[in-house]
Every structure is written in structure tokens, then in C-alpha cells.
């Protein structure tokens, strides 16, 4: 896997890294106490081959990283935030919500529909990666149970994104909607909405020790 990764996806990388969860309380548990309460626990089959995965990464002298309090996206995010600049950074994921962390030298590489770039997710999802935390944060995420506001599908989500941009500048200038149940809705759920926009923000910021990378 880790070869053909190289070969044939992202090239002859410097550095490959696999974040980890370290299944304790994050910050996002402790805004939202149901953030992931729906999931289950994983099957005695999947934690069975957990340690030969982390032999395969170890083999491979890949480094895994997890922080207490933090999710492996975070630490991603940090990550991706900390080499933009210096090299090109493909963040391997199937997860909707990483598309946020795109920008320039910075890719999301998922395992079924390939390479996604800012003009890939400007193009399926008519909106900027920028802009990605904002429609989650509207809509909401059924996979980590982030509620969005209630009543608000993808859909609408994305028109008032791609109006108001920021939930913030939503917010602030919801007497301007022009719907009257969009318009109520966003003014009954102003909290909500910023939970949601907490909860969903990957946090590129996490105290990762310089000389540890």
C-alpha cells in the first residue's frame, strides 16, 4: 500500500506521517458532549488487526502521531498548515471535512475519487475549501453528530454560503435573508450555528514539538 502510494499517487514523497486518534476526550467533546456519541464501538475483528497495522507503518519507518485532546485530523491540519510552504502536502482521507485544509501546495487524496484540488472542490461542491467548515457547520455532519440547523440540507447550506460566506457575516447580516423561514431559522439557531462552526473547524494549531516531525 505504502509503495503504490508513492508510485502512483502522490510520487517519490520526502516524509510519509499517520496521524492517530488516541481515543480519549478532545476539546470538541468538551464544547458538545454528543460530538460522535451516535458511533459505535468498533468490532473485536477491526481492533484485532490494529496492532499489525502499526507494525506495517512501523516497518515502513513511518511516524505516527497522536495528542491527547486532539483528533488526527487536527494534527493533519497542523501539519499541512506547518509545510505548505516548504513542499507540496497530500493528505490521504476520505473524510468531506478535510477538503477545508486545501490550498495551494496543500491536496486531499481520497481512496475512491482521487486528487482533489481548490478547483475540484470549487467544482463538486460549488463552494471554496475556505468556505467547507462554514456549509458543515449549516448543514451539519451526521458522521461526528454535528446537528447543523435543523431543516437546513446541504442544499440550502450552500446557497447561503455562497451568499454570506462566513457564518459569522450570516449571522450578522441575517435581516438581510431574503427567505423568511432561512431567515428565522438562522436568527433562532445563532449559538447553534457556532457550536457547529467550533466543532467542525479542524485545528491547525496543536502543540507539536518542532524537532518531533
Not at 501546495?105 to 461542491?125: A, F, I, M, N, Q
Request: with cysteine; net charge negative.
Amino acid at each position: 500500500m505504502v509503495e503504490c502510494l508513492l508510485r502512483d499517487s502522490v510520487g517519490q514523497g520526502d516524509r510519509l506521517l499517520a496521524a492517530v486518534d488516541m481515543h480519549a476526550p478532545t476539546f470538541r467533546t468538551t464544547l458538545y458532549p454528543e460530538y460522535k456519541a451516535q458511533r459505535k464501538q468498533p468490532d473485536a475483528d477491526f481492533l484485532a488487526q490494529v496492532p499489525g497495522m502499526m507494525d506495517v507503518l512501523a516497518q515502513h519507518n513511518i511516524q505516527t502521531i497522536g495528542v491527547p485532546g486532539y483528533e488526527a485530523d487536527d494534527i493533519i491540519g497542523t501539519l499541512a498548515v506547518r509545510y505548505r510552504f516548504t513542499s507540496d502536502v497530500y493528505i490521504v482521507s476520505g473524510d468531506k471535512d478535510m477538503l477545508q485544509l486545501v490550498q495551494p501546495s496543500v491536496y486531499v487524496l481520497t481512496p475512491h475519487k482521487g486528487l482533489y484540488d481548490h478547483d475540484r472542490v470549487l467544482l463538486e461542491y460549488g463552494l471554496p475549501p475556505v468556505r467547507v467548515a462554514d456549509w458543515l457547520a449549516l448543514c451539519g455532519d451526521t458522521a461526528d453528530n454535528v446537528p447543523g440547523v435543523n431543516g437546513f440540507g446541504p442544499e440550502t447550506s450552500r446557497e447561503l454560503v455562497q451568499e454570506f460566506g462566513d457564518v459569522e457575516v450570516l449571522i450578522n447580516r441575517a435581516s438581510y435573508i431574503t427567505n423568511k423561514t432561512r431567515r428565522n431559522k438562522v436568527m433562532d439557531n445563532v449559538e447553534v450555528i457556532r457550536l457547529c462552526k467550533k466543532l467542525v473547524t479542524i485545528c491547525c494549531n496543536v502543540p507539536l514539538a518542532q524537532e518531533a516531525i
